[in-house]
């Protein structure tokens, strides 16, 4: 019996070394490219100065600031096909539908908004992560049918990403770039 447990504990231990180490892994992953888009991002923009102002698109375009990104802890890879809807938080602090997507195969969402649709504005937002069917689907008991990120943008003009760390039992979110 004491060996049995002794082997339960072992297995216990060795499996949260592993959700440990893959999470640290998929942070340094995401900061790592978050790195790379950020220099790309900075290198377009100091090319995109000299471009006359017609060929850069009227007030009408979209401004996409905002993105999410939805990576699976477990599996170690991104999760797709989750319904992703945000929300505007009213002065009457009800919450009012902005949109909904799906994130894509690499297990991201960056189209909130539509075309001549502004982007974000200041104010509180939050995004309801439907993580239900996820689970489901792969045959996965899960304790969240649902998750919830709720965040302030304080300033417009920046680009928010909400990333989401996600196992069946727990999960994690963090501003990322």
């Not at 790592?32 to 090319?47: K, T």
């Not at 945000?86 to 949109?99: D, E, G, P």
Request: proline residues 6%; aromatic residues 10%.
């Amino acid at each position: 019996m004491r060996c049995a447990r002794r082997h339960q504990s072992r297995q216990h231990l060795a499996r949260t070394a592993l959700s440990v180490a893959l999470t640290v892994l998929l942070i340094a992953t995401t900061a790592a490219a978050a790195a790379v888009a950020a220099a790309a991002s900075s290198s377009s923009a100091s090319s995109s100065t000299s471009v006359p102002p017609t060929e850069q698109g009227d007030a009408t375009d979209t401004m996409q600031n905002l993105s999410t990104h939805i990576l699976d802890t477990t599996r170690g890879k991104p999760a797709p096909e989750v319904p992703v809807t945000l929300y505007v938080r009213a002065a009457s602090q009800s919450w009012t539908k902005v949109s909904t997507g799906i994130t894509d195969g690499d297990g991201r969402f960056r189209s909130f908004f539509a075309d001549g649709q502004p982007g974000l504005a200041a104010g509180v937002y939050k995004l309801h992560f439907d993580v239900g069917p996820y689970f489901r689907g792969r045959s996965v008991e899960s304790l969240y049918p649902f998750i919830e990120i709720v965040f302030t943008v304080a300033d417009p003009s920046q680009h928010y990403h909400i990333p989401l760390l996600l196992n069946p039992f727990g999960y994690s979110t963090y501003r990322g770039s």
